[in-house]
DNA sequence: GTTAAAATGTACTGATCGGTTTATGTATTC
DNA sequence: GAATACATAAACCGATCAGTACATTTTAAC
């Protein structure tokens, strides 16, 4: 298999997963959906956890490029930026298909404590809080991992609710907070 | 079957479903782990559905009554309850067993628009707001509401990070930031 | 003690689960 | 054109899924 025919069997993966959850969907409509037959794909990922792994990393460089990338575009300060980032949650929200985070349901579907998804899901999270550390850091605000791992906090619980209330004003209460939090 | 015998199955079908999730559980370990058969599950609940329903249901009143009597228990002003929700929260976390919130984990696993589960489980949270909201009226917040919505962002934030990360320092996180927020 | 309701275990349905086997097809490479 | 590597469809594996049928036993009311 081409690594642009993998590629895409991943990305078309991570669709069905997103859309329909990891255990609902099983490995005969991704043979189905993605036009890779069941052989090959098990020729390529011992098992079934294997590409949920493969499409979590996906999704995770997809998702932090794409929020890093939309912070940048949107505030000129590193301190803007933290800020703005629950403008472009907020615009996440309000797409179409929007159905919350991947990696909070994947760790809400393989909650075992030394699960390897959840391990994963983790990891992204903590990714985040690197770069928001980076970026207070930036600002000159006094204790950066701190503040990180309060406007995790915060993003997590828009999240949430945004996805539960299928509305994103929640996206608007974070910053608010947020907002509140660099002020100190 | 009796009402006793009648909760008696939903509260051990609740631990069952908090621990496992709700598609990885089937119903023949739920008749085999409760004691009670499967035709009997089925005279009282035309599907599996309306049993994570009752189950829910059962989870709300509990969780309830568990936090806001702990709440009162930590505090003595309206205001303080509020505050030290965060505390009784980082209690919760620090239990075995605790496995997160068996609501988000809900509308994780049914998150399609109309679906009634997902639909229960928002209802749970305007509960939560509801309360917050009339404890933040007695305490003489300006806009209650407002408030209320932002401390369930924190809570939700706190509990998701809680389950991902094995550690209950999102409590003190989140109980940091409400302190600010109450400060106002 | 009889009757009727409600519970039971067991077996079954057709479908689907994750994963494998097999036999066939189709490129590329030499 | 033969050989190699990789793809395919389709059938198959045993297990499990949600839900049902059925014949039997327990429970409770009279």
Redesign the interface.
């Known amino acids: 298999m081409s690594q642009n025919k993998r590629a895409e069997l991943i990305r078309k993966a991570l669709v069905l997963f997103y859309r329909n959850?990891f255990?609902?969907t099983g490995m005969d409509l991704v043979a189905k959906e993605t036009g890779v037959s069941k052989t090959s794909i098990y020729n390529h990922f011992r098992t079934k956890e294997e590409l949920i792994l493969a499409v979590l990393r996906l999704r995770d460089e997809n998702f932090r490029n794409w929020l890093f990338r939309r912070m940048e575009d949107l505030a000129d300060t590193p301190k803007e930026q933290l800020l703005l980032m629950f403008d472009a949650l907020e615009e996440w929200f309000l797409e179409d298909g929007f159905?919350?985070c991947m990696?909070?349901?994947a760790?809400?579907?393989f909650?075992e404590?030394d699960d390897a998804i959840?391990a994963q899901?983790?990891a992204h999270?903590r990714l985040l809080v690197d770069h928001f550390e980076m970026l207070a850091s930036q600002a000159g605000i006094e204790d950066p991992h701190?503040v990180a791992?309060?406007l995790?906090?915060?993003?997590?619980?828009?999240i949430?609710?945004a996805?539960?209330?299928?509305s994103a004003?929640?996206a608007r209460?974070?910053k608010?907070?947020a907002e509140?939090?660099m002020a100190?």
Request: aromatic letters at 4%; hydrophobic letters at 45%.
């Open positions: 959850g255990h609902a159905k919350g990696f909070i349901k760790s809400a579907e909650q404590h959840n899901a983790y999270k701190a791992r309060k995790l906090v915060l993003k997590e619980g828009a949430v609710i996805a539960m209330s299928h004003t929640s209460e974070a608010s907070i509140l939090l100190e």
